[in-house]
């Protein structure tokens, strides 16, 4: 297996591609008469995540910046563990990302041609009917150092193997009773090479063809038919096949395809702290450790999406980490970034305290309740501003508040002046605990001159800390979340227990109003979608997006 290079989060963007280089020799040397024709071509056994993204960039980009086509086919040549869920999932994926295919295909509507290519490997001698079970097979594959042994099967005649093939279709055997394997040379370095398995029988209901078949192609014989009946001119696709090319290229040079496609291999996307499996994904979802597919601590992007990341930060994200040869780990922490820097100049801030701490202002007037100004954008001024209810009970973040202060904390404790966002200088006089000394209330007062955009040019303060009115706050509930996987104490990766934690908050009046699929800042918080399936206008639940980056920490 290729070394793992760790590479760190970067604002840097590839300038190279050398797939775009492949491509631009063979539009110089014209090997397909100028066209650049490409294809996504997932298995719908599971939703995609952030892996498939990269492709997906991959493929489609390159297919517009050569002004080429680009088709969306789905290797459907599994029916055990296909699903037409999984294929509205993709589509729907795929068009949220922001790209358009030129064709809707699926591999399964060219199973008829790829019988009757299987039907002329074998009056050509290149293909054969094996009874060797599955792990008779294996043992006779060999070793990397050690070649393969013959199947005893290996020498019937062509007329038998056509009969055999026929009766295979027809259902005259079971499951894994028989397979057609590809007579290559059992004694190659590549095991790949080594009579592979190209057919094999599964009495399964197919989401495509229903029961028309019986046997069905593997994806190995199944990927090189596909791309050459479409036209497909770089086949590219993830580094694990690159063993498998030689292959690609025996069945399309057997089968006498002009202009046949050539498979391109890149390394395939690893993230920190993301499992890049749908097997394991699946398995999550099927043991109830999340919930769905779509569960936002999921790298699926249906997760991303429900979670708040938007098609451009994924697609800029895709865009930084580049195209590479060499596998690498990409740290997560360059895609946080990516949707922090694309939604800093698109959403509105809003003050939202999850661990309420009350502030009773002792020299405001009772009963009096007041507005004030506040800007929706720091980073957009066209944005305008919003007014938010003061009076003389608030909420504040408790650690905004310490009894006893650390070194330049300069939130409230006994004695200090802060301001208040958008309202006015209070400071911090008396503390209130219960029986048990835990902190409840603190008692405070204002100064009415230092009223923001009074123009008030007195003394300054280094604090300044959000808050909402208590006589008039929304409860809000609020879920944050941490990675989903982590190393444990042995370094093996497992389920993080604490990946999500649910609460509930108070926020100014107007997120009452927020609607599902809206997104906002939460005030030194960081940014939060009202998650779609769970908003109703009685319970606001929001989602964290990604967290800001605190200007000081414990």
């Given at each position: 297996?290729?070394?793992?290079?760790?590479?760190?989060?970067?604002n840097?963007?590839?300038?190279?591609?050398?797939?775009?280089?492949?491509?631009?020799?063979?539009?110089?040397?014209?090997?397909?008469?100028?066209?650049v024709?490409?294809?996504?071509?997932?298995?719908?056994?599971?939703?995609?995540?952030?892996?498939?993204?990269?492709?997906?960039?991959?493929?489609f980009?390159?297919?517009?910046?050569?002004?080429?086509?680009?088709?969306?086919?789905?290797?459907?040549?599994?029916?055990?563990?296909?699903?037409?869920?999984?294929?509205?999932?993709?589509?729907?994926d795929?068009?949220?990302?922001?790209?358009?295919?030129?064709?809707?295909?699926?591999?399964?509507?060219?199973?008829?041609?790829?019988?009757?290519?299987?039907?002329?490997?074998?009056?050509?001698?290149?293909?054969?009917v094996?009874?060797?079970?599955a792990?008779?097979?294996?043992?006779?594959?060999?070793?990397?150092?050690?070649?393969?042994?013959?199947?005893?099967?290996?020498?019937?005649?062509?007329?038998?193997?056509?009969?055999?093939?026929?009766?295979?279709?027809?259902?005259?055997?079971?499951?894994?009773?028989?397979?057609?394997r590809?007579?290559?040379?059992?004694?190659?370095?590549?095991?790949?090479?080594?009579?592979?398995?190209?057919?094999?029988?599964?009495?399964?209901?197919?989401?495509?063809?229903g029961?028309k078949?019986?046997?069905?192609?593997?994806?190995?014989?199944?990927?090189p038919i596909?791309?050459?009946i479409?036209?497909?001119?770089?086949?590219?696709?993830?580094?694990?096949?690159?063993?498998h090319?030689?292959?690609y290229?025996w069945?399309?040079?057997?089968?006498?395809?002009?202009?046949?496609?050539?498979?391109i291999?890149?390394?395939?996307?690893?993230?920190?702290?993301t499992?890049?499996?749908?097997r394991?994904?699946k398995?999550?979802v099927?043991?109830?450790?999340?919930?769905?597919?779509?569960?936002?601590?999921?790298?699926?992007?249906?997760?991303?999406?429900?979670?708040?990341?938007?098609?451009?930060?994924?697609?800029?994200?895709?865009?930084?980490?580049?195209?590479?040869?060499?596998?690498?780990?990409?740290?997560?922490?360059?895609?946080?970034?990516?949707i922090?820097?694309d939604l800093?100049?698109?959403?509105?801030?809003?003050?939202?305290?999850?661990d309420?701490?009350?502030?009773?202002?002792?020299?405001?007037?009772?009963?009096?309740?007041?507005?004030?100004?506040?800007?929706?954008?720091?980073?957009?001024?066209?944005?305008?501003?919003?007014?938010?209810?003061?009076?003389?009970?608030?909420?504040?973040?408790?650690?905004?508040f310490?009894?006893?202060?650390?070194?330049?904390?300069?939130?409230?404790?006994?004695?200090?002046?802060?301001?208040?966002?958008?309202?006015?200088?209070?400071?911090?006089?008396?503390?209130?605990?219960?029986?048990?000394?835990?902190?409840?209330?603190?008692?405070?007062?204002?100064?009415?001159?230092?009223?923001?955009?009074?123009?008030?040019?007195?003394?300054?303060?280094?604090?300044?800390i959000?808050?909402?009115?208590?006589?008039?706050?929304?409860?809000?509930?609020?879920?944050d979340?941490?990675?989903?996987?982590?190393?444990?104490?042995?370094?093996?990766?497992i389920?993080?227990?604490?990946?999500?934690?649910?609460?509930?908050a108070?926020?100014?009046?107007?997120?009452?109003?927020?609607?599902?699929?809206?997104?906002?800042?939460?005030?030194?918080?960081?940014y939060?979608?009202?998650?779609?399936?769970?908003?109703?206008d009685?319970e606001?639940?929001?989602?964290?997006?990604?967290?800001?980056?605190?200007s000081w920490?414990k």
């Amino acid at each position: 297996m290729a070394e793992i290079e760790k590479v760190e989060g970067s604002n840097e963007q590839n300038s190279s591609n050398f797939i775009h280089n492949i491509i631009d020799k063979d539009i110089e040397n014209q090997t397909y008469g100028g066209r650049v024709y490409t294809r996504f071509p997932p298995e719908p056994n599971g939703y995609l995540h952030i892996g498939h993204a990269k492709s997906i960039c991959l493929n489609f980009t390159t297919a517009q910046k050569y002004n080429g086509k680009c088709n969306l086919r789905f290797d459907d040549t599994n029916p055990v563990k296909e699903d037409t869920e999984y294929v509205e999932s993709i589509e729907a994926d795929v068009r949220w990302l922001g790209f358009e295919w030129d064709k809707l295909l699926f591999a399964s509507d060219y199973f008829d041609k790829m019988y009757e290519c299987a039907v002329n490997l074998i009056k050509k001698g290149k293909a054969f009917v094996c009874d060797l079970s599955a792990d008779e097979i294996r043992q006779h594959r060999g070793t990397l150092t050690e070649p393969g042994k013959e199947s005893p099967y290996r020498n019937r005649s062509v007329e038998e193997n056509l009969t055999l093939f026929e009766n295979m279709r027809n259902g005259r055997y079971g499951d894994g009773e028989k397979v057609l394997r590809a007579k290559i040379d059992m004694s190659s370095p590549n095991i790949n090479m080594r009579d592979p398995v190209i057919y094999r029988i599964a009495h399964a209901e197919h989401h495509n063809t229903g029961d028309k078949w019986c046997i069905y192609p593997m994806y190995d014989y199944a990927h090189p038919i596909e791309d050459a009946i479409e036209g497909i001119t770089h086949s590219i696709c993830t580094l694990e096949f690159e063993d498998h090319r030689p292959l690609y290229d025996w069945v399309l040079r057997e089968l006498e395809w002009e202009a046949p496609p050539q498979q391109i291999e890149f390394a395939r996307l690893n993230l920190t702290n993301t499992v890049m499996s749908k097997r394991y994904l699946k398995a999550l979802v099927d043991n109830g450790d999340v919930d769905g597919w779509d569960d936002p601590r999921m790298p699926t992007i249906a997760g991303l999406r429900r979670r708040g990341y938007t098609p451009e930060a994924i697609r800029d994200f895709c865009e930084r980490i580049g195209v590479s040869k060499a596998n690498s780990l990409v740290d997560i922490a360059l895609l946080e970034h990516c949707i922090r820097e694309d939604l800093k100049s698109k959403v509105e801030t809003r003050m939202v305290v999850k661990d309420p701490l009350k502030v009773v202002i002792t020299n405001y007037p009772e009963g009096i309740t007041e507005e004030v100004e506040i800007e929706n954008s720091k980073e957009d001024e066209s944005r305008g501003t919003r007014k938010v209810t003061f009076s003389r009970e608030l909420y504040v973040e408790r650690d905004d508040f310490m009894e006893v202060p650390e070194k330049k904390y300069f939130r409230l404790f006994p004695g200090n002046e802060v301001r208040f966002k958008g309202a006015y200088f209070i400071t911090c006089q008396e503390v209130v605990k219960d029986a048990e000394g835990n902190v409840v209330e603190l008692q405070c007062t204002y100064d009415p001159e230092t009223r923001s955009g009074s123009g008030f040019e007195g003394r300054k303060v280094k604090g300044t800390i959000h808050w909402v009115d208590a006589n008039a706050a929304v409860k809000i509930k609020v879920r944050d979340y941490n990675y989903l996987m982590i190393d444990d104490e042995k370094g093996e990766t497992i389920i993080n227990p604490e990946s999500m934690k649910e609460y509930e908050a108070f926020a100014e009046p107007s997120m009452a109003a927020v609607k599902p699929g809206e997104r906002l800042q939460f005030f030194r918080h960081g940014y939060y979608i009202a998650d779609e399936k769970l908003s109703a206008d009685a319970e606001k639940v929001f989602n964290q997006i990604v967290d800001l980056k605190s200007s000081w920490k414990k």
